[in-house]
Structures are given as structure tokens and as C-alpha cells.
């Protein structure tokens, strides 16, 4: 299973069981994005897809030196349960 970036449509992608997974974020400036949506059809989440999908997402922009603002709860929520990702979070937001 490999993630994509879709910089066009400002989304994570994967595709599991003939099922696309997604995150969806829009550009707040270069360095701050805001992750909103995030989309793991029932079917695909036997296999923890959306921690995997997150994960490679929050991993992308501490590496690139992004920060996010998370709007989506599924984001906030694993980010409450992996806090060695809190500096890629944006203050004040």
C-alpha cells in the first residue's frame, strides 16, 4: 500500500480494496496547511488504514517543514495519541 500526494487536488490518497482513502487540506500560506477532511471508507478500516494514512501525511510535512492546523477530528484524534507529532501543529489557530 503506498500513499500518494496529489498537490493538484491538496489531498493524501490510497486506494485500498478498490476503496480511496483521503485527506484532504487546503494551503492557509506555503508553510501553514489545514487539514479538514479526512475520508476511510468502513470497508478499508480493518486494517488501521486511516492512522497509516495519517501518519505518512503528519510524517510529509514535519519533513518539509509544514505546519497544519487540524480541523479534522480524526486528525486531532491521533495526534492526542502520537504527541511526538505536536510541533507540526500551527499556533496560534
Not at 503506498?2 to 478498490?18: Q, T
Not at 501553514?32 to 505518512?56: C, L, M, Q, S
Request: aromatic share 16%.
Amino acid at each position: 500500500m503506498k500513499v500518494e500526494h496529489n498537490e493538484k487536488e491538496k489531498k493524501f490518497l490510497l486506494k485500498v480494496s478498490g476503496s480511496e482513502c483521503a485527506i484532504t487540506y487546503k494551503m492557509l500560506s506555503d508553510k501553514v496547511w489545514d487539514f479538514y477532511y479526512t475520508f476511510v471508507p468502513p470497508v478499508a478500516d480493518r486494517e488501521n488504514i486511516k492512522d497509516k494514512i495519517i501518519g505518512y501525511a503528519l510524517n510529509f510535512v514535519k519533513s518539509n517543514n509544514i505546519k497544519i492546523k487540524a480541523s479534522c477530528i480524526s486528525i486531532q484524534n491521533f495526534l492526542l495519541k502520537n504527541r511526538h507529532f505536536k510541533e507540526v501543529l500551527y499556533f496560534p489557530y
